[in-house]
T-cell receptor
Framework: AQSVTQLDSQVPVFEEAPVELRCNYS??????LFWYVQYPNQGLQLLLK??????LVESINGFEAEFNKSQTSFHLRKPSVHISDTAEYFC???????????FGKGTRLSVIA | GAVVSQHPSRVICKSGTSVKIECRSL??????MFWYRQFPKKSLMLMAT?????????EQGVEKDKFLINHASLTLSTLTVTSAHPEDSSFYIC?????????????FGEGSWLTVV
């Protein structure tokens, strides 16, 4: 069965420090991978996605993720975080067709001033 | 990007009553929509897959008679929580898929907070 694993449930980090949120997927999951962000009391927002092509994808707010097929990973990174980045981050994988997303359990990013 | 609208964003209902949540794709047609439920401080749990013009496919453990899903058009799916109880209080989120297989992306509604009192 396909699965997506987020290794860290919580990641505290000081403001302006770099951060990496880890995500690994099972090999049965196709190469469609997503990161979603959920700010407190809000719904999910698409942060970035990998469908094909360049393995490095970027979001408009400074996050990036790299698809690594050999390591079956899609880690999310940001070189310098802000207080406003405090949120829950979900990695998700998708097989294809009309199948639903498979979610990781989420990583709570807490940025400390 | 594509927009998925969910309504209401927050609803409080009395125990034993029913409540309907709507999920609309505003600028694209969605033959398939998905309904998720999120418990506090936990990840999303897929409840059911909603297919336009046919019956929804429910995940194991989800009561189809309690969580009624209707996908009457290519832009609207509804989730009705029937005879709601306090344990049904949760955050419900819908999602819809755009485009063809090679360029698909899944977008989410804003979510609906249901509180049953």
């Amino acid at each position: 069965a396909q699965s997506v694993t987020q290794l860290d449930s919580q990641v505290p980090v000081f403001e302006e420090a770099p951060v990496e949120l880890r995500c690994n997927y099972s090999s049965s999951v196709s190469v469609y991978l997503f990161w979603y962000v959920q700010y407190p009391n809000q719904g999910l927002q698409l942060l970035l996605k990998y469908l094909s092509g360049s393995t490095l994808v970027e979001s408009i707010n400074g996050f990036e993720a790299e698809f690594n097929k050999s390591q079956t990973s899609f880690h999310l990174r940001k070189p310098s975080v802000h207080i406003s980045d405090t949120a829950e981050y979900f990695c998700a994988g998708w097989n294809s067709g009309n199948t639903p997303l498979v979610f990781g359990k989420g990583t709570r990013l807490s940025v400390i001033a | 990007g594509a927009v998925v609208s969910q309504h209401p964003s927050r609803v409080i209902c009395k125990s034993g009553t029913s409540v309907k949540i709507e999920c609309r794709s505003l600028d694209f047609q969605a033959t398939t929509m998905f309904w998720y439920r999120q418990f506090p401080k936990k990840s999303l749990m897929l409840m059911a897959t909603s297919n336009e013009g046919s019956k929804a496919t429910y995940e194991q453990g989800v009561e189809k008679d309690k969580f009624l899903i209707n996908h009457a058009s290519l832009t609207l799916s509804t989730l009705t929580v029937t005879s709601a109880h306090p344990e049904d209080s949760s955050f419900y989120i819908c999602s819809a898929k755009t485009g063809t297989n090679s360029g698909n992306t899944i977008y989410f509604g804003e979510g609906s907070w249901l509180t049953v009192v």
